[in-house]
């Protein structure tokens, strides 16, 4: 009996995550032609027919539509039942680690902003800074009220809060605030790296605004592991062509760059779950990460620089938000 109850909640839990991840595509879809998200109702994109209430049913209208329109017959993008099922997939998993609870309600709010911020960028490649500034705002909020929460029930047991200079650095407000800081300054560092060997950016400065709200909403230290884990992510999709590209233009400078960074960041990663990398070592391990890193995206850039425009892109967004969801998971 426990078990049908907890299948039963979870099963309910993953429609609302379908529903949730049907609004997500109107908001994805809406704030790429600059729509209201309210008004108009639902309409085919294609021939603008105002859509049934069966025609919006999450991922079950896509299969009985078979993919097609019922008016105009023309294709439905696969996105629609990718998001819902991603979202309900997410929405799930979360709910397992977090069940009811205060963090839950952050957790699915982040993970609907990650989605979204997603969601165009893989579109049009274009981040939104309505959806990263309000994934800054949750994540300070989250950070004041767990600083608040901690300080009264401090106070309802010890009758005073001393205040020190470990409250002051340690708290999560600080925490959060350095996050934000940290991320705007590396990734305007690379980014404007760009400027030096290639004449523009590296990237657009949504990637700085997206790592800006993921160290509000994680901190400083975990952001690190979470940009880390990005470059990791973003690499495997595109390893293979770019590492057949190199090879043919004979480029063994950068292959030897991203060979060393990625070695090293594999290492880093595993010493992590031998060794308690804490203060000083784990500073000076992620310098040099940082600055393996940074070596390889100049040895990148040198070769755009120098017109090898076939080398793969893939926008860095999706990669930071896979591995915030994976962090926010896991």
Known sequence: MENFIIITILAIVFIIGLCVGSFLNVVILRSLSEESIAFPASKCPKCQAKL?????????????????????????????P?????????????FIKYGISFDTVFALVVASLLIVIAGTDVKEK????VHTYSLIGVGLLYAVIVTGTALFNTYQTYGAIEFSKELVLFNPITISLLGIILGIVVMETIARLGYLVAGTRAFGEGDTY????????????ALIFILVLSLIIQVLFTLPVFIRKLIQKSDWKTLTALT???????????AQGYINMSGWLYTIAAVILAGLGLYA?????????????????????PAMVIAALIMLIF
């Open 82 to 94: 990718i998001v819902e099922l991603i979202t309900g997939i997410v929405f799930t998993l979360l």
């Open 126 to 129: 274009v981040v939104f800074d």
């Open 260 to 270: 060393v960074f990625l070695v090293y960041t594999a290492g880093f990663l595993i």
């Open 210 to 221: 997206i790592a800006a709200g993921l160290g509000a909403m994680f901190g400083w230290k």
């Open 52 to 80: 049934k209430w069966w025609h919006n049913v999450p991922v079950i209208s896509y299969i009985c539509l078979r993919g097609k329109c019922e008016f105009c017959k023309e294709p439905i993008s696969i996105q629609y």
């Open 297 to 317: 995206c100049k040895q990148i850039l040198t070769g755009l620089k120098e017109k090898q425009e076939d080398l793969l892109y893939l926008p860095f967004g």
